[in-house]
């Protein structure tokens, strides 16, 4: 296969510009921006962020860190065999979630209902804005265009047999919905590796938590697709590599498509809308709502003064008051004022930090210790 055939049609210098331009060294662009996101803040946090299943004594079951590494490692494998460059699906699928909120999807619908007014929260949208300004404590990674176009256009709830670029250079920006397709091959790759990734993955774990039985599942689907993750991805990636080299367009046959379209309406239905997962999300609204007032009010009782943070004697306050403290002048100065500064804040926790910090405003450790000193002094 001639590599000419999945060709960007935009210049390189255009794909790996970045907003500051930085000097060379031995890393490709692309693999110096892996390496800005691997040493993120954001990246990080994933380890502890809900992929579907909330289940924190479960070391097995899938974390959204797990999910943008397989992502990565799919996507870095099809663009191998299409003579593309892994390095740049590497980079996108590693940065793809990194603005994903705790609880996962359900933390995310949460999170839009608050923001109605400005047309929701998407996930993907907001990834950019963590890689472009909030990660770096207001300075952004700095990342080339390919890979932030990647990351914003990754969208991988939509489920396309067949894809190609839109290779125009747009104001990523201005881009407010998940309407638009990447520009590079490469991040067409990634975004239909998104779901190969997590489609068998979920099923796998719905299996291991069982919320669901293997039987279960068609077997038109398992006699196309196969019964295990390693199976599923296996039968995606051979697809999708034998049918975009014969067409010339990342895409499925219609078989696979199929049966892919089937299991995917399966997980819906049996394991995402499950009431095992939805007698969750009551909770985990209470949560995220109950940590947005508390933090609002604080902040406009507060401003800036130390003080009054610090008398509220619990870790949350102090955290969110060094927050702002690193990040005023994002806020101030390139964001036009600290209206996001809460939302900002609370979209960032990961699912552990969120719990922790809920409990703590409602019995303060200082409140404990008090009475733990009240119970000794009486032993005496």
Not at 27 to 51: E, N
Not at 91 to 120: A, Q
Not at 132 to 158: M, P
Request: aromatic residues 12%; contains cysteine; proline residues 3%.
């Amino acid at each position: 296969m001639n590599s000419l055939f999945f060709e960007n049609s935009i210049p390189n210098s255009e794909l790996t510009a970045r907003k500051a331009v930085r000097n060379r060294d031995l890393r490709t662009s692309y693999f110096r921006d892996t390496t800005a996101i691997i040493h993120s803040y954001p990246f990080r946090r994933l380890k502890h962020k809900t992929q579907v299943f909330f289940s924190p004594h479960n070391d097995h079951i899938c974390t959204r860190i797990e999910h943008v590494m397989h992502v990565a490692s799919i996507a870095a494998t099809i663009c191998r065999a299409l003579d593309l460059d892994a390095d740049l699906a590497w980079s996108i699928g590693l940065g793809h979630d990194l603005g994903h909120t705790p609880f996962g999807h359900v933390g995310e619908t949460i999170l839009s209902s608050m923001k109605k007014e400005e047309g929701g929260f998407k996930h993907e949208i907001y990834s950019l804005r963590v890689v472009d300004y909030l990660a770096n404590y207001g300075k952004g990674l700095n990342l080339t265009y390919a890979v932030r176009d990647g990351i914003l256009n990754h969208c991988g709830e939509k489920f396309e047999q067949t894809i190609v670029p839109d290779p125009t250079v747009k104001d990523l920006s201005l881009i407010k919905n998940r309407e638009n397709y990447p520009a590079t091959w490469e991040g067409v790759v990634v975004r239909m590796s998104d779901k190969i990734a997590y489609m068998g993955r979920d099923f796998e774990d719905a299996l291991q938590l069982k919320i669901i039985e293997r039987g279960e599942l068609s077997e038109d689907v398992q006699g196309v697709l196969g019964s295990s993750n390693s199976e599923i991805i296996n039968t995606l990636v051979n697809d999708l590599i034998a049918v975009s080299l014969e067409t010339g367009e990342i895409g499925y046959s219609g078989n696979v498509f199929n049966a892919m379209i089937k299991l995917k309406d399966f997980n819906y239905e049996r394991i995402y809308k499950n009431p095992r997962l939805s007698s969750y999300h009551s909770y985990f609204e209470r949560v995220l709502t109950t940590l947005y007032n508390y933090l609002k009010d604080l902040f406009e009782a507060a401003g800036e003064d130390p003080a009054i943070y610090k008398a509220e004697n619990n870790f949350l306050a102090a955290r969110f008051c060094d927050y702002y403290e690193k990040m005023k002048h994002f806020y101030e100065d390139v964001d036009g004022g600290t209206q996001n500064l809460v939302f900002d804040y609370i979209a960032g926790m990961t699912d552990n930090y969120a719990l922790s910090c809920v409990n703590e405003i409602m019995i303060p450790r200082k409140f404990e210790y008090q009475f733990n000193e009240i119970f000794l002094n009486e032993q005496d």
